[in-house]
């Protein structure tokens, strides 16, 4: 497995510790410098390249969002703030994920996992896909990004509900969110994952997709926030 190149900008001393720590446990993560602001950051970014960055939002000098416009070929991005109010605007500049401080492991995982799976589909396939294939008892299924509403956990399954039916396939929320383009779909809770495009209504606590109220996960808030 080829190494992520990434780079921590991030003021709060313990803050960086605990993404230093997180990218030392992932095998595929390669950590190549850590900054307290944007201004130094962009110095190295002169000389150097790289594939992620984990970002935070107050910062001296220059503020993330500010430095992130200033950026003619961003790599990816992973914002990592105590503030849920930003994460629209995050979007908009094409952000990964957005992870509200205290996280836990689990849910940086799920973040780097999103950036390696998007590495992969842009090497494997240079045309973009609007579909996938998944496994449906003993056939496989191909389900149109377009017409799929949520996807629920269901233990050792998950539920595909599209506009058309609903499909069972045995396998994690993590391995279909690593498949559908993060940029159409938004985990909003450890057991649902939504079609930003099939979001009808939301209220602080519940999202209404396809007549149904799926539910926000608390560490999930800020992906929705201001839609």
């Known amino acids: 497995m080829s190494e992520l190149r990434c780079i921590i900008i991030e003021d709060e001393p313990l803050a960086a510790k605990v993404l230093a720590d997180y990218i030392a446990e992932v095998p595929f993560l390669k950590l190549q410098g850590a900054f307290k602001d944007a201004i130094v950051a962009t110095g190295w970014l002169r000389d150097h390249d790289t594939d992620l960055m ?7 000098k220059l503020k993330g969002m500010a430095f992130l416009k200033t950026l003619t070929h961003p790599p990816a991005v992973i914002i990592t703030t105590a503030y849920h109010q930003y994460a629209v605007e995050g979007f908009d500049l ?10 836990e492991f689990e849910r940086f995982l799920v973040a780097v996992n999103k950036v390696n799976a998007a590495r992969k589909y842009v090497t494997e396939s240079p045309e973009e896909k609007d579909y996938l294939f998944v496994n449906v008892q003993k ?15 269901q233990r ?7 506009t058309k039916k609903e499909w069972l396939s045995k396998m994690s929320t993590h391995e279909i969110e690593n498949l559908l383009p993060a940029h159409l779909f938004k985990r ?14 939301y209220t602080a606590d519940t999202v209404e997709v396809n007549g149904i109220a799926v539910p926000i996960g608390k560490g999930y808030r800020g992906v929705i926030e201001g839609l």
């Not at 056939?139 to 956990?153: H, M, Q």
């Open 188 to 201: 909003i809770h450890r057991s649902f994952i939504v079609s930003l495009h099939k979001i009808e209504s």
């Open 54 to 60: 984990f970002l935070d939002i107050h910062l001296p």
């Open 139 to 153: 056939k496989k299924v191909k389900i149109l990004f377009s017409e799929i509403a949520y996807i629920e956990s």
């Open 156 to 162: 050792e399954y998950i539920k595909i509900v599209t």
């Open 94 to 103: 094409n952000v990964t994920d957005y992870l509200l401080k205290p996280f």
